[in-house]
Structures are given as C-alpha cells and as structure tokens.
C-alpha cells in the first residue's frame, strides 16, 4: 500500500494539470497492459542482477504479445499526445512510463520473486496477444497503476486510494 501511495504521489506530481485528463476504460487497459510489460521487465533486470536468468520467460513474452504490447503502448501515446500536444504529451508519457519502471525499484527481489515473475511472464507468454487475458493476469498480480487524473467517471483521490 505504502508503494502504490508514493508511486501515486510520484506520477501525479510529475503531471501538471494539462496532462490531467481522465482516463477511459480503453486507455486503463493500455495502462495495465504497460505495467505488467514493466513489471516483468524490471523483475527480470533485477533478478539477473542476482544471479537468476528469467530473460528467456520475459523475452518469449514480448515476442508472444508483441501486438497486444505495441497497441497499448500506442493508445497511451495518443492519450498522452491528445491531452498536452505533440512535444509535451511525449513528455508526459515518458515520465508516465518511467513511474511506472520506478515504482518497482525499491522492491525486494529474492529467489521466489524470481521464480514467480518468470512463471507470470510464462502464463502470459500463452495470452498471444490477448488483451483480456493480460489483464487477466495483471489483476492477479495486483497490478492496477496510478493514472494521474483518475478514470473517467471516479476522481483522482478515489484512484489513489486504491
């Protein structure tokens, strides 16, 4: 709770307010979709750090939702670019980004942290692309990331609260 409410402070401090838009069910979904590709990617850098090599699970994972991973990506930088213009929404999708790589920083890593990135990239590896079943198991994960502004329809500090 403690990381999900500094990671939430972060995020919502590196927006100004013409970033603030509020987010639609399709533009959350891109979100969730980014952060479990983030969360694997941090987990196997950091397990590699520790000696564990997940990269074959996280890499047949990009390569098996390549599709589902690029039209996230791309429907965040739209979201991003029709909020704040062309130079300052890239601006803002990348430090939207960068939050999200940062907010698992701080985590421990260990051998059963590994183990169960590497087993999450796997079953995920099987979703081929399919965006339910990633969110499916981002859920899971307990993975919902801080979207500055909220959804559209619940307030910012509803969002936070979570």
Known sequence: MRKTI????????????????????????????????????????????????????YNAFVRGNRAAIGAANDRLKAFFVSSAGPVRGQNAYDRFTTSLANAYGADRTSQDSCYEAASTAREATMMANDREGLEMIADRQGLDPVLPGGRCGRGAVAQIAR
């Open 6 to 57: 500094c990671a939430a402070m972060a995020a919502l401090s590196a927006m100004s307010p013409a970033y603030a838009g509020c987010w639609s069910a399709e533009h959350a979904s891109a979100a969730r979709i980014r952060d479990l590709q983030t969360y694997l990617m941090v987990e196997t850098l950091r397990c590699q750090a520790m000696g564990f090599n997940i990269s074959t699970d």
